[in-house]
T-cell receptor
Framework: TQLLEQSPQFLSIQEGENLTVYCNSSSVFSSLQWYRQEPGEGPVLLVTVVTGGEVKKLKRLTFQFGDARKDSSLHITAAQPGDTGLYLCAGQGAQKLVFGQGTRLTINP | GAVVSQHPSWVICKSGTSVKIECRSLDFQATTMFWYRQFPKQSLMLMATSNEGSKATYEQGVEKDKFLINHASLTLSTLTVTSAHPEDSSFYIC?????????????FGPGTRLTVL
């Protein structure tokens, strides 16, 4: 069974600080996706990483896929209250997505 | 592009009744649709995978006779919660994967909040 361990599960920081969310597994994934979910809504795809070592940037968000394609990180620079939400990583398995437990991020003004 | 809709967005029903939730891909053909449920403050749990024109594949522990899934066309899948009970109250989310979806990307619907009284 493929599992994704996401950490931390909860994070509350002040506006302007930096943070990193980690997603780790013992399994190799063909690709890994990061989603953000607001309360009462479905997840919205932020990025897909495919190649080992790949780095993608989305404004203040930087996503990295591990060289072995078993782990990934999301780094947010100068966090803003609008970044508050549930962040989910999901690895592409043979037939389905394998989701991490999620990181509930709160940015305090 | 790649918009997925769900209907209804929320529903309240009495215990013992059945509820149908629709999932539609609005601007692409979904060869595969997935149904998830999500409890408060938790991640998504895959319930079943449905391919157009064939029977759904259910995850371990999900009762196929209770959660009926139909994927009759390339743009519509339905989930029917039969004889609903309060413990079935949850947030149900569908996603769709199309022929042209790169990297096996799934596009999620906005979710349906089910409350069983």
């Amino acid at each position: 069974t493929q599992l994704l361990e996401q950490s931390p599960q909860f994070l509350s920081i002040q506006e302007g600080e930096n943070l990193t969310v980690y997603c780790n597994s013992s399994s190799v994934f063909s690709s890994l996706q990061w989603y953000r979910q607001e309360p009462g809504e479905g997840p919205v795809l932020l990025v897909t990483v495919v190649t080992g070592g790949e780095v993608k940037k989305l404004k203040r968000l930087t996503f990295q896929f591990g060289d072995a394609r078993k782990d990934s990180s999301l780094h947010i620079t100068a966090a803003q209250p609008g970044d508050t939400g549930l962040y989910l990583c999901a690895g592409q398995g043979a037939q389905k997505l394998v989701f991490g437990q999620g990181t509930r991020l709160t940015i305090n003004p | 592009g790649a918009v997925v809709s769900q209907h209804p967005s929320w529903v309240i029903c009495k215990s013992g009744t059945s509820v149908k939730i629709e999932c539609r891909s609005l601007d692409f053909q979904a060869t595969t649709m997935f149904w998830y449920r999500q409890f408060p403050k938790q991640s998504l749990m895959l319930m079943a995978t449905s391919n157009e024109g064939s029977k759904a594949t259910y995850e371990q522990g999900v009762e196929k006779d209770k959660f009926l899934i139909n994927h009759a066309s390339l743009t519509l899948s339905t989930l029917t919660v039969t004889s609903a009970h309060p413990e079935d109250s949850s947030f149900y989310i569908c996603s769709a994967h199309g022929r042209t979806s790169g990297n096996n990307e799934q596009f999620f619907g906005p979710g349906t909040r089910l409350t069983v009284l």
